[in-house]
């Protein structure tokens, strides 16, 4: 009798667990956070007419940029800024290109409830979720409770944060081997942390700074996106933007909030003269000159270096 009570109370459990739970891997339920956040991430029941998921366009092999200079949403409508690739995303302290958004978890929301980007309310999300046999097993294995949109914003931002790479040519060269980077990246590094002053802002191990500067892309005519001071009212924050990381540029072209770039030896040319582009910019931070006097060759050198920090994930 007792023995058979053992089996009912430890046995029967273990076993009944088990198989559920290879039921659900072989359904393809997510088992973790991290694999749920992915299946969402990938998912186009997102979006309100089940056309684009996240990763239309955060696009993987694009170190999670998009190839425009501003993408299209669900309906075919433009983003007002260009999409920024996600690695790495969880060290910053604010999301978006003017910081309106406090981390992953907060910023999930917007592009599920941006009438261009994923048109959705928060209800009918809910709803969906809810009806949907696989996401609700995968929300009650994992949070034991029914798909709501924080335990969704909790999800994705969970893959978010596993999407981290620090094996670019520059992390082997800073380890050691003096191989890694060519000789002219090594020179561009030079001129990165030297005279071209790209590091006054570009720190960190991500080479950002979670800062507002504005280097110039603001006239209030056709460059019109005033940036940060939309969110934070602060006249010096006109036409400035979080400085962005730098990993990865070789995958996120174009380049800046705008995808005014299209090519990394195009950002070079703009540091160098910026008045050759923009001569009636408002409220440049001092830190840009007016003219770097880099050659040729050292801009190409710099270049190098941009392109040495791209993670070899990216390139088997
Ligand atoms: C229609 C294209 C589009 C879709 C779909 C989209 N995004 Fe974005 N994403 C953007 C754009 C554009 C920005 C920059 C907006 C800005 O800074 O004002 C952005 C910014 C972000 C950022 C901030 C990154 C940073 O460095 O600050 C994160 C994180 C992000 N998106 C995650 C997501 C997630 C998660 C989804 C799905 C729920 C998603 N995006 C869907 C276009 C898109
Ligand atoms: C005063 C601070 C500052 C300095 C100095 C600076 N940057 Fe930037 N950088 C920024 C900001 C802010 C942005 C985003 C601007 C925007 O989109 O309007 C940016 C954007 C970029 C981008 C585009 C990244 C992307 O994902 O679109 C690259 C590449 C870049 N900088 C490289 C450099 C290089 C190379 C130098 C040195 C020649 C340099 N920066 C000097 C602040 C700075």
Redo the contacts with the bound molecule.
């Keep these: 009798m007792f023995r058979l009570r053992k089996v009912f109370l430890y046995v029967v459990p273990i076993f009944w667990a088990s198989a559920v739970l290879l039921f659900a891997a072989d359904k393809g339920i997510p088992q973790n956070e991290v694999e749920l956040g992915r299946k969402l991430f990938f998912d186009p029941i997102l979006s309100k007419n089940r056309s684009l998921s996240c990763a239309g366009c955060h696009i993987p092999n694009r170190a999670f940029?998009d190839t425009m200079p501003l993408s299209r949403g669900f309906d075919g409508g433009l983003t007002l800024r260009?999409t920024?690739?996600l690695v790495s995303a969880s060290s910053r302290t604010l999301m978006f290109?003017d910081g309106r958004a406090e981390n992953l978890e907060a910023q999930v929301i917007h592009p599920l409830t941006h009438p261009v980007e994923m048109g959705m309310n928060a209800a009918d999300m809910e709803k969906r979720l809810r009806n949907d046999p696989a996401y609700k097993a995968a929300f009650r294995h994992i949070y034991r409770a029914v798909p709501s949109v924080a335990l969704l914003s909790k999800a994705i931002a969970a893959y978010e944060r596993s999407l981290e790479w620090y094996d670019a040519p520059f992390d082997r060269f800073m380890f050691g081997d003096t191989n890694a980077m060519s000789p002219a990246a090594q020179r561009g590094r030079d001129l990165?942390i030297g005279k071209?002053?790209?590091f006054?802002?570009?720190f960190s191990p991500d080479f950002t700074a979670d800062e507002?500067?504005?280097?110039g892309?603001?006239n209030g005519k056709n460059w019109n996106d005033s940036?940060r001071i939309r969110i934070s009212g602060k006249p010096e924050d006109l036409g400035?933007?979080?400085?962005?990381?730098?990993r990865n540029?070789s995958l996120?072209a174009?380049?800046?909030?705008?995808g005014a770039?299209p090519t990394?030896e195009a950002?070079?040319a703009y540091?160098?003269k910026p008045d050759d582009h923009v001569p009636d910019a408002i409220n440049r931070?001092a830190?840009?000159k007016p003219n770097?006097n880099l050659k040729a060759e050292e801009q190409a050198d710099?270049v190098a270096f941009?392109k040495a920090l791209t993670s070899s994930h990216f390139n088997p």
Excluded: K
């Design positions: 940029s260009n920024p690739g290109w990165f071209a002053g790209c006054d802002c570009h507002y500067r504005n280097i892309l603001f940036g400035s933007f979080r400085v962005p990381g730098l540029l996120t174009p380049y800046m909030h705008n770039f990394l950002v070079v540091y160098n931070d830190l840009i770097l710099l941009l």
